[in-house]
């Protein structure tokens, strides 16, 4: 599958900044996912896409789909120990089964 | 939301042994995944269940068997696997359609190959 640009790597915030990641990809994709993985477990769904220009929210997080279809970012407010773990991207060109992951972004959040 | 599960959750085994993994998902999907997932890498996908049947197979050895009873259930067996199978092994399922695939990720297996 096609492997998307995910950045920053990773980051080290404190308790109560805000965080920014993003994703890019080389062609248009239809779908955009963000899931947090914590260690041992398997990813969870935080925020699916579906539509160019969507805007959705889960609480403290929003993901946008890109106008362009080629991009999606995640913002954490208020950011919480708890939201320690690695967040992945995930599209879907909607041309076969296989979505296509980014490599991850490591977010650590110090007290 | 999860809803599927796996087990067991850790495994260890030798390189002649042969084991299986176990993955149920209780979304009503129609669409299972079986992924592999290492230190440093991105998840792989190994295999893909729709309405029972497999559609997609990416080069995966064939010490690594998938099984597809039923809508809910998915199997890989193992055999005589290599050290550097060792890694997370993670079910998904999804309800696939023309407009969304969104797939539901169980906890994993974590696979130690000694």
């Known amino acids: 599958g096609q492997q998307l640009n995910q950045s920053p790597q990773s980051m080290f915030i404190q308790e109560g900044e805000d965080v920014s990641m993003n994703c890019t990809s080389s062609?248009?994709?239809?779908?955009w996912l963000w899931y947090k993985q914590d260690p041992g477990e398997g990813p969870v769904l935080l925020i699916a896409l579906y539509k160019a220009g969507e805007l959705t929210s889960n609480g403290r997080l929003t993901a946008q789909f890109g106008i362009t279809r080629k991009d999606s970012f995640l913002n954490i407010s208020a950011s919480i120990p708890s939201d320690v773990g690695i967040y992945f991207c995930a599209g879907n060109s909607n041309s076969g089964y296989a979505l296509n992951f980014g490599k991850g972004t490591s977010l650590l959040v110090t007290p | 939301e999860t809803g599927v599960t796996q087990t067991p959750r850790h495994l260890v085994m030798g390189m002649t042994n042969k084991k299986s993994l176990k993955c149920e998902q209780h979304?009503?999907?129609?669409?299972m995944y079986w992924y592999k997932q290492s230190a440093k890498k991105p998840l792989e996908l190994m295999f893909v269940y729709s309405l029972e049947e497999r559609v997609e197979n990416n080069s995966v050895p064939s010490r690594f068997s998938p099984e597809c009873p039923n809508s809910s259930h998915l199997f890989l067996h193992l055999h005589t696997l290599q050290p550097e199978d060792s890694a997370l092994y993670l079910c998904a399922s999804s309800q696939t359609s023309e407009y969304t695939d969104t797939q539901y990720f169980g906890p994993g297996t974590r696979l130690t190959v000694l």
């Open positions: 062609s248009i994709f239809n779908t």
């Open positions: 979304l009503g999907h129609n669409a």
